[in-house]
C-alpha cells in the first residue's frame, strides 16, 4: 500500500488548510486511516483516526477545529483544519492498517508526510 499525502503549505494563524491523503495497492487491507504529526524536536502525535464516517477519534487539541473524513470510493482521507494555531505546525502523516485506533506504531503504512506551518 503506497500513501500520498498533499496539502500543506503555510497559514496564518486562524487560517483553514485541507490535507489530502490517497491510498494505491492493496487498499482491501485497510481498515482505519488516519493522521498523526511531528513538531520540531518532538515525538509523533495523534491528530484524528478514521474507520467510517462516525467512527473516529480526535486528539483533545485538535477537536472542534479539525474534521477528519474518509472517502472509501476513492482511497482518500481528508483532514480539514480550521482555526489553526501555532502549535498545530508540523508534518503531517497520513497512516492506514488493518488497526483502528490510537496507537500510532499499530498502523502498517505510511505516507511521506506534508509540511505544516502556520504562522503567528
Known amino acids: 500500500v503506497q500513501l500520498q499525502a498533499s496539502g500543506g503549505g503555510l497559514v496564518q494563524a486562524g487560517g483553514s488548510l485541507r490535507l489530502s491523503c490517497v491510498a494505491s495497492?492493496?487498499?482491501?487491507?485497510?481498515?482505519?486511516m488516519g493522521w498523526f504529526r511531528q513538531a520540531p524536536g518532538k515525538q509523533r502525535e495523534l491528530v484524528a483516526t478514521i474507520l467510517s464516517g462516525t467512527n473516529t477519534n480526535y486528539a483533545a487539541s485538535v477537536k472542534g477545529r479539525f474534521t477528519i473524513s474518509r472517502d472509501v470510493a476513492k482511497n482518500q482521507v481528508y483532514l480539514q483544519m480550521n482555526s489553526l494555531k501555532p502549535e498545530d505546525t508540523g508534518v503531517y502523516f497520513c497512516?492506514?492498517?488493518?488497526?483502528?485506533?490510537?496507537?500510532?506504531?499499530?498502523?502498517?503504512?505510511w505516507g511521506q508526510g506534508t509540511l505544516v506551518t502556520v504562522s503567528s
Open positions: 497512516a492506514a492498517g488493518q488497526y483502528f485506533g490510537l496507537v500510532s506504531d499499530r498502523y502498517d503504512y
Open positions: 495497492g492493496g487498499i482491501f487491507s485497510i481498515n482505519g
